[in-house]
């Protein structure tokens, strides 16, 4: 895929999400100690406790700067201060909304990987983003034969060599933003369902094997967040456009 890197352009002084839109957001986590310190002081006690269980600093550092900026994001649509909002999560582990801004019809979701981090943002319909650092050192054909389904495996074994991480990392990331968009975790299994993943084949959900109108309820796209990475956002829905957004140090954490 032919990077593109226009798309992502600075937000607009006032911020609206209509329904039939969807927000995508970059961020780079990396950033200056004073911005660290901002995002840090901006969590509540149990981010940072969680923050605190991480065994290396570096990614410690980069969970507080990647919930920070999600802070820093929402604060934008609801007129608020980062540190106004509270988060409940899901039996598996999803964050939404709760406290006074629990009927905002806000729906978000989260991703890091190495030094990026990636939001999507919708009104009143389910999303899931995943975003990945490609690694070329993993056995690729061993863990699709143990999680991808039969027809994906196979696929990925009919792509050349070194195209394969790539492949690889693009079905993961299309699979793990459908079952976020689900908001199941790995409770539903990712042999489940299916999803493309041949080069140059867009993001599709091709098959649900428990109900086969399942994948018609939700749409796949990829996401071209720069070389050396596989990112995806799941929707529910089709009647939608994306928007891409870059966080920048203005941002309020």
């Given at each position: 895929?032919?990077?593109?890197?226009?798309?992502?352009?600075?937000?607009?002084?006032?911020?609206?999400?209509?329904?039939?839109?969807?927000?995508?957001?970059?961020?780079?986590?990396?950033?200056?100690?004073?911005?660290?310190?901002?995002?840090?002081?901006?969590?509540?006690?149990?981010?940072?406790?969680?923050?605190?269980?991480?065994?290396?600093?570096?990614?410690?550092?980069?969970?507080?700067?990647?919930?920070?900026?999600?802070?820093?994001?929402?604060?934008?649509?609801?007129?608020?201060?980062?540190?106004?909002?509270?988060?409940?999560?899901?039996?598996?582990?999803?964050?939404?909304?709760?406290?006074?801004?629990?009927?905002?019809?806000?729906?978000?979701?989260?991703?890091?990987?190495?030094?990026?981090?990636?939001?999507?943002?919708?009104?009143?319909?389910?999303?899931?983003?995943?975003?990945?650092?490609?690694r070329h050192e993993f056995d690729t054909v061993e863990i699709a034969r143990t999680f991808f389904s039969a027809g994906e495996s196979s696929r990925l074994l009919s792509i050349p060599t070194?195209?394969?991480?790539?492949?690889?990392?693009?079905c993961w990331t299309r699979k793990e933003a459908f079952i976020k968009a689900k908001g199941m975790g790995l409770s539903l299994p990712l042999d489940q369902f299916d999803v493309s993943l041949?080069?140059?084949?867009?993001?599709?959900?091709?098959?649900?094997?428990?109900?086969?109108?399942?994948?018609?309820?939700?749409?796949?796209?990829?996401?071209?967040?720069?070389?050396?990475?596989?990112?995806?956002?799941?929707?529910?829905?089709?009647?939608?456009?994306?928007?891409?957004?870059?966080?920048?140090?203005?941002?309020?954490?």
């Amino acid at each position: 895929m032919q990077s593109n890197y226009s798309i992502w352009n600075s937000p607009p002084a006032n911020l609206v999400l209509a329904r039939n839109e969807v927000h995508i957001w970059r961020a780079t986590v990396e950033v200056t100690p004073e911005v660290a310190a901002r995002a840090e002081k901006s969590l509540s006690s149990d981010e940072r406790a969680k923050a605190d269980r991480f065994f290396f600093e570096r990614d410690r550092h980069r969970f507080i700067v990647a919930r920070g900026f999600l802070r820093g994001i929402l604060s934008l649509y609801l007129n608020c201060t980062p540190t106004d909002l509270h988060f409940s999560y899901s039996e598996y582990g999803k964050p939404f909304l709760a406290g006074r801004h629990a009927d905002s019809d806000l729906n978000f979701n989260l991703a890091h990987s190495a030094k990026l981090a990636l939001y999507g943002i919708t009104l009143r319909r389910a999303i899931g983003v995943d975003l990945e650092r490609i690694r070329h050192e993993f056995d690729t054909v061993e863990i699709a034969r143990t999680f991808f389904s039969a027809g994906e495996s196979s696929r990925l074994l009919s792509i050349p060599t070194n195209a394969r991480a790539k492949a690889f990392f693009d079905c993961w990331t299309r699979k793990e933003a459908f079952i976020k968009a689900k908001g199941m975790g790995l409770s539903l299994p990712l042999d489940q369902f299916d999803v493309s993943l041949s080069p140059g084949e867009p993001a599709l959900l091709l098959q649900t094997r428990w109900d086969a109108n399942e994948r018609l309820r939700w749409s796949l796209r990829a996401i071209d967040v720069g070389p050396g990475y596989a990112a995806s956002v799941a929707v529910e829905g089709h009647d939608w456009q994306p928007s891409y957004w870059q966080v920048s140090s203005e941002i309020p954490v």
